[in-house]
């Protein structure tokens, strides 16, 4: 190398020299590059391994029913599922909770577009806790595709569910925009404590005056 750059500045100077010390570094470079794109992919994949929580439903889950969980843990649910599950465990909580809402004279609404196919709001459920100056509470539930991972495709043995490529699951929404979490694996009581636990920590964030931007909404005028 110390020749040939000996020779270079000989023969065309500085310029020849940087010229060719720049062509031998590009594949370097573009090896570095892919290197590099490598270890921000791997930290990326460590991150969020490490941050990856329980599952929300494992916050109520005592340990009964056991068999019937890891029955739903195994096999992946379709569109029929979710749908059965959101007309026959999810909405019957929300009216469940709605009932004694009304009871103590809380204004609020149930709303079932479980079996409609148009619309924003087309396969959801939800109960709507109306505020006139503040951002409703709204507990939504929805079905979401999610794509299945390559190798749980191979130990599918179900021909029909072998062609699916995306798994259903049923999935909150909050109007404050916070993310949902999957509740398939709720049963009837502890969805109505993850209904209570929503509206508890919406009524102290409420009151909150540090959060009084987040807390009014767009669409609501003060009286």
Sequence with gaps: LGVTAVVLLLAGGLKALQAMTLVAAMPVAAIM??????????????????????SPATNFWTGQHWRKRLELIVRQPSAGDVKSFLQK????????????LQRQGVQVQVH???????????GTVRLVIP???????????????????GFMLTEVTDEAANQRRHVEEPVTFFADGREGYDIQYL???????????????????????????????????ES
């Design 33 to 54: 590059g892919v290197l590099c794109i490598g270890l921000w992919r791997g930290m990326k994949a460590s991150v969020t391994h490490a941050r990856q929580d329980l």
């Design 89 to 100: 465990t999810v909405l019957p909580a929300m009216r469940d909770v709605a009932a004694e």
């Design 112 to 122: 079932d577009d479980s079996a409609s196919t148009e619309g924003a709001e087309a």
């Design 131 to 149: 505020a006139p100056q503040l951002r409703d509470f709204v507990y939504d539930v929805r079905p979401l595709a999610r794509k299945l991972p």
């Design 187 to 221: 049963r009837h009581e502890e969805l109505i404590a993850d209904i209570l636990r929503n509206y508890e920590r919406y009524l102290s964030v409420s009151a909150d005056q540090r959060a009084v931007l987040l807390n009014r909404a767009p669409g609501h005028t």
